[in-house]
């Protein structure tokens, strides 16, 4: 699929946009890249946007935060559709993690963005 192609309405932002995003962290997954040992980190707006970055592991975020709701800064990469995982999604790079919000939270329509 060309991202010309794409519906940009599908996706987080808009591409080299560096902003703060809200969203729930679900999956952190170990994988091994020509840079070596790094983690890919896998998450859902509020809208049901999916998203994704390549990290180190963060302390403060890791596979024990699964479906926690964290802040982070990040620019948008790139928009495409996945097609191990059949959906669009929104690559970032340039990540700062700002914020975890500690509570265990299954439905996080109820947090406010800050």
Do not use: P
């Not at 010309?4 to 170990?30: C, M, P, Q, T, Y």
């Not at 059949?86 to 690559?91: S, V």
């Amino acid at each position: 699929m060309e991202n010309a192609a794409l519906d940009i309405n599908k996706f987080i932002g808009k591409e080299h946009e560096r902003s703060k995003w809200f969203v729930k962290l679900i999956e952190v997954k170990k994988v091994n890249t020509h840079y070596g040992e790094r983690h890919i980190y896998k998450f859902e707006t509020r809208s049901g946007k999916f998203g994704a970055f390549f990290a180190d592991l963060f302390d403060e975020l890791n596979h024990t935060h699964i479906g926690q709701c964290f802040h982070f800064t990040g620019t948008v990469k790139s928009h495409s559709f996945n097609d191990y995982s059949k959906q669009n999604e929104t690559m970032f790079n340039r990540v700062k993690i700002e914020k975890v919000f500690e509570n265990n939270l299954n439905n996080y329509a109820t947090l406010v963005f800050f």
